[in-house]
């Protein structure tokens, strides 16, 4: 695999298991009810553009992504499904989007102005929109106030309404906060449901929480890649009686390995010290790989596949780290991110470390690092 890789570092990325994950997730949600794949931001690091290649000979016909320029290169690379660029769109955007067949969300009556008079100067049939509602993230999206009038603009200008969405803040612990906004979005929708207008806006965590799993869409990211959307001991555990599973883990063998005298110094800035002769490998993984320098001396480790671990001694440099570790043979080969929760350390396990999420570890895995799919 490493010299399929190419690397002495790599990704890999087990497609099989996201779609375990979708099909999972599938049984949460009414018959009825579709999937809009969420790959956006590289599909939070593991490839967008095999990912949405694999789900879409696999059945999934409905993609999403962040920006116009994310679902261009969807639709060059050859996905022929329904890609919605999730993220507000701009007057900027219009010509992308027209020219990828990607369907915009959008929450003013500006840009439907804008979106009509570029189909009418281009003289092409005006695609179709999703209108996103604001119920409580306070970010993109309507106000409630807006949504009848920006129904009725779409209607004047002859614009199809794709759907109605809306967008959870907090699915996985506030369920009192999620129920309101639901209700929200289903009050005000409801006599656009009767016209038939489709409606979506469970993300992973609503689903796997029960919210909004019998609209038309649902809108899964985080959990289709097996990822927790947070760290949380209960959210993790909650993840692993579903079954759901990482598809992802990073595997390493060392560059090089020496015997480094007592009193040797490792890496930059002379942060560590060998006490006595020490074994030190080095591999090719640095932050600018989305390591981050925080797991310098002390903060990671890698993980042998016997599961021993082995410390990160001295700092994270660009493109090198450097391991204490037990063997002097340069073939073994470890782990930096384990596809489990228990052993090791898994990507949510660094996010819980780092104090971050794992939205952000996964989303920072280096672009020049090989992507190997199983
Ligand atoms: N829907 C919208 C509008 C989003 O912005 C996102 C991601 O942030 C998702 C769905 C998917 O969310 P998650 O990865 O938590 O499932």
Redesign the pocket.
């Known amino acids: 695999e490493f010299e399929l890789a190419g690397r002495s570092s790599y990704l890999r990325i087990d497609l099989d298991t996201i779609l375990h994950n979708i099909n999972t997730l599938r049984e949460f949600c009414s018959k009825t009810t579709d999937v809009?794949a969420?790959i956006?931001a590289n599909a939070?690091g593991h490839g967008s553009l095999e990912i949405a290649r694999y789900l879409e000979a696999n059945g999934i016909s409905h993609f999403?992504v962040?920006t116009a320029w994310e679902g261009a290169q969807l639709r060059q690379y050859g996905v022929k499904g329904y890609i919605q660029i999730?993220?507000s769109c701009i007057k900027e955007d219009i010509h992308t989007a027209c020219k990828f067949n990607l369907t915009p969300?959008i929450c003013t009556a500006d840009f439907l102005q804008a979106w009509s008079d570029w189909h009418l100067n281009q003289n092409k049939i005006t695609g179709s929109v999703v209108i996103?509602f604001d119920t409580g993230m306070g970010r993109?999206g309507c106000q409630p106030t807006e949504l009848n009038s920006l129904i009725q603009k779409c209607d004047d200008l002859k614009i199809a309404v794709h759907s109605v969405?809306t967008?959870f803040s907090q699915?996985w612990d506030d369920f009192i906060f999620t129920q309101q906004q639901l209700d929200t979005f289903l009050t005000a929708t409801k006599d656009l449901r009767c016209r038939g207008i489709k409606v979506h806006a469970?993300?992973?965590?609503?689903?796997i929480q029960g919210y909004g799993t019998d609209l038309d869409f649902v809108?899964?990211?985080?959990?289709?890649y097996g990822l927790p959307?947070d760290p949380s001991t209960a959210t993790v555990e909650k993840i692993k009686s579903l079954n759901l599973k990482p598809a992802l883990s990073w595997l390493a063998k060392p560059t090089l390995v020496k015997l480094l005298p007592p009193g040797s110094y490792v890496g930059y800035d002379k942060t560590y010290q060998c006490k006595e002769e020490e074994i030190i490998g080095t591999f090719s993984i640095g932050y600018a790989d989305g390591y981050r320098r925080l797991l310098s001396s002390g903060g990671g480790y890698l993980t042998s596949m016997d599961g021993t671990r082995f410390p990160i001694v001295g700092r994270v440099s660009m493109d090198a780290i450097t391991v204490k570790l037990d063997s002097l043979d340069s073939q073994k080969v470890y782990y930096v991110m384990k596809n489990d929760y228990t052993s090791g350390h898994s990507l949510t396990k660094l996010a819980a470390e780092l104090k971050t999420i794992p939205?952000e570890i996964a989303t920072s895995l280096g672009q020049r690092l090989p992507r190997l799919y199983v």
Do not use: E, Q
């Open positions: 809009i969420v956006k939070y999403a962040a999730l993220g969300t996103k993109n969405m967008h699915a469970a993300n992973s965590a609503a689903i809108r899964p990211g985080i959990c289709m959307p939205y």
